[in-house]
């Protein structure tokens, strides 16, 4: 009796614990989210704030549900391969990136982990994707832009505020995919708009003062500076030393007017990031990154410090402020 009494016990206790057992077998893994940035965190602490946001908008959180691998380049695009290697290794689920030398980057790290583009400039131009409707690849996320046509626009509204501007410079970084691309529609615009464009190379950090005097040399009359990781790593400095030459400048974000630029338009990049969170929700219940359609901007915002263009002796036209999304005075 007490053998058989026993076995009972064994078998009934090993009926109790093997429900357990499977339900820790199928315990669901934790994901684990990667997220490239080319500036040093200080710079874009609103960006990856928003990110966060986003993700517990989505029903994530950080150390709970999800894991999120932040890597930052502290200005330094050179650094970004390293940095996406290290997040293939780390095995993420997702990465999501920023700016076009991010995804370079990761393009070249990974051809299977799914990449969100938080933000990207005309990416099928770029070669990151077949096409804006079905992206196809490993890749999908949002475009601060589809074509560099944009730029065209940011040279109109410039010479609406600067009239006398005849020479303006423009300064690019070449490293990007399409970089070239861009520097060209620049130039069509600008003849377009009877004004002589000045393009000069900005690397990294350390060309910024010799870009900025090099424009002076040449007698530059304002400047245009497209969105870049470089220069939105430097923006204090660049700002600066445009106001210490006397350059009137348009820049592709906000973040520049904030500190002290002349004027902005573009999109809001900050709320980019808060939509990238979507993506790899629906990467994470199973949808291929190929199937999702690339969400482009439906709204540019133009900035205008209201305070610099007095400092620079600039009139802008009440039309043009009327037409400003921001005023900063």
Excluded: C
């Excluded at 016990?9 to 080319?38: M, N, S, Y």
């Excluded at 930052?72 to 997040?87: C, H, Q, S, V």
């Excluded at 601060?144 to 626009?153: N, R, S």
């Amino acid at each position: 009796m007490t053998s058989r009494r026993n076995f009972l016990v064994t078998l009934a206790g090993g009926l109790l614990a093997a429900p357990l057992t499977a339900q820790a077998q199928q315990a669901p893994k934790t994901p684990r989210v990667g997220l490239i940035l080319t500036a040093n965190r200080n710079l874009v602490e609103h960006m990856v704030k928003a990110f966060d946001d986003g993700m517990r908008e989505h029903g994530y959180k950080d150390g709970h549900n999800v894991v999120i691998e932040r890597r930052f380049a502290d200005g330094k695009p050179e650094r970004l391969p390293a940095l996406a290697t290290e997040l293939v290794r780390l095995k993420v689920d997702i990465i999501v990136t920023g700016s076009n030398p991010v995804i370079d980057a990761v393009k070249k790290a990974t051809a299977t982990i799914p990449v969100v583009m938080a933000v990207s400039r005309d990416p099928v131009g770029s070669g990151f994707i077949a096409s804006l409707s079905r992206p196809g690849g490993n890749i999908t996320g949002s475009t601060t832009d589809t074509a560099p046509d944009i730029l065209g626009k940011n040279l109109e509204l410039l010479k609406e505020a600067v009239p006398r501007a005849s020479r303006v410079a423009y300064l690019w970084n070449p490293a990007p995919s399409a970089a070239g691309t861009y520097r060209s529609a620049a130039e069509s615009a600008a003849q377009r708009l009877g004004v002589k464009l000045q393009p000069v190379e900005l690397r990294g950090g350390d060309d910024l003062e010799p870009a900025l005097a090099a424009m002076t040399r040449e007698h530059a009359s304002a400047l245009l500076v497209p969105i870049d990781p470089v220069p939105f790593s430097f923006r204090d400095r660049l700002v600066s030393l445009a106001a210490k030459h006397r350059l009137p400048t348009m820049y592709g974000a906000r973040e520049f007017p904030e500190v002290g630029g002349l004027m902005s338009y573009g999109p809001n990049v900050a709320s980019l990031f808060r939509r990238a969170p979507a993506y790899v929700d629906r990467i994470l219940k199973g949808v291929k990154p190929g199937d999702l359609p690339i969400e482009q901007p439906t709204k540019f915002e133009l900035v205008i410090n209201l305070k610099t263009a007095k400092a620079l002796g600039l009139m802008i036209p009440p039309s043009l402020l009327a037409r400003a999304d921001e005023v900063i005075e």
